[in-house]
């Protein structure tokens, strides 16, 4: 029988997923695997977190670490990658409810059916939603990949092929194939991706201010929480920004990201003493009563356009996401305080 892209052997079927009061199944046979070529190439990880819907990702590191899950019969890391013609074994997996993948409700999946910009038959690019993550995981039960998948039945392969921070809205690109995916990742290291935010941020905005360069570091807060410093020690980092529109105590700008490391827009903007309006981890106690004034309780962050090569034919496309209501309507307050 096929399962999407992949044939699981006959002779070992594959249990659907069940609920009872204790646990829920992610499959309650052993399922051994035929790679074919719509996953040559694929990591080892990402292969089993599309396989095994309904699985957190932490359960599929720990089923690999433990050498439950078998490539041609010997034991293998997150990282290996699968070759056509390979045998994966994945063990039965029984998840306690706490470790469950969420069920997405009729309204994340109205939403999410209301959010595709664009599609085809090799990418698709969604407006994400503020307050979503883009994939489950450290205490997250769902996120818009995990969603999107049991939401588009019909595909057989969807990943990302970048990510949006969780309160960041906007658009984000998923490739819906193999080689999309391939060729859309090696896209955007080759820097052939333009991305595009709008930020509301403290402050005046100086006018000749036209980029910041400063190097970022990783590093956990204290209580698992993940932040990012300026630090002499971090990864070259620079981001291109553009004023766009002034209010008294605000300032509305674009920002370009020349490099992707994590929360960078919005870190590049506090070390210059412009912080994000609304954002809870590099934010001030002077933004958050600004951002009060105007109505505004989410993070003014949003990834407004995104300019791609087509997969097949190569030709950039372009793609645009409106803002959320909130956010034009905090704007539309600050335009009538002036």
Not at 4 to 24: L, Q
Not at 308 to 323: D, I
Request: with cysteine; hydrophobic share 40%.
């Amino acid at each position: 029988m096929t399962t999407g892209r992949h044939a699981t052997r006959p002779t070992r079927p594959v249990a659907p997923d069940a609920t009872d009061e204790s646990h829920r199944s992610a499959g309650r046979e052993v399922q051994w695997v035929d790679i074919d070529e719509g996953h040559d190439g694929q990591r080892l990880d990402n292969f089993l977190i599309t396989h095994l819907k309904g699985a957190p990702r932490a359960l599929v590191y720990r089923i690999i670490r433990k050498g439950e899950v078998r490539v041609n019969k010997k034991r293998a890391k997150a990282e290996t990658r699968l070759s056509s013609g390979d045998q994966v074994r994945i063990p039965p997996l029984r998840l306690a409810p706490e470790e469950a993948v969420r069920e997405v409700s009729d309204n994340l999946r109205e939403l999410l059916m209301r959010s595709v910009i664009a599609e085809t038959e090799e990418w698709m690019v969604v407006n994400k939603p503020a307050g979503l993550a883009v994939h489950g995981g450290s205490g997250v039960k769902i996120g818009l990949i995990e969603a999107l998948r049991q939401v588009r039945t019909d595909l057989g392969f969807l990943e990302l092929v970048h990510r949006l921070d969780r309160d960041t809205s906007g658009c984000l690109l998923l490739a819906k194939s193999r080689n999309a995916l391939v060729f859309l990742n090696e896209a955007l290291k080759a820097k052939k991706m333009d991305k595009r935010y709008l930020a509301l941020v403290e402050g005046r905005w100086p006018a000749r201010r036209d980029w910041v360069s400063a190097p970022l570091d990783r590093y956990d807060a204290g209580n698992g929480e993940r932040r990012v410093r300026v630090d002499d020690n971090g990864k070259r980092s620079r981001t291109l920004f553009a004023v766009r529109e002034t209010f008294p105590n605000v300032t509305l700008v674009e920002a370009s990201p020349v490099t992707g490391r994590t929360h960078q827009i919005r870190v590049h903007a506090a070390h210059i003493g412009h912080a994000l309006m609304v954002d809870r981890k590099y934010g001030t106690a002077q933004g958050q009563k600004l951002a009060a004034d105007i109505g505004l309780d989410r993070l003014f962050l949003h990834a407004a356009s995104l300019s791609f090569p087509e997969p097949k034919s190569g030709r950039t496309v372009n793609v645009k996401a409106r803002l959320a209501p909130e956010l034009d309507e905090a704007l539309d307050r600050l335009r009538q305080q002036r």
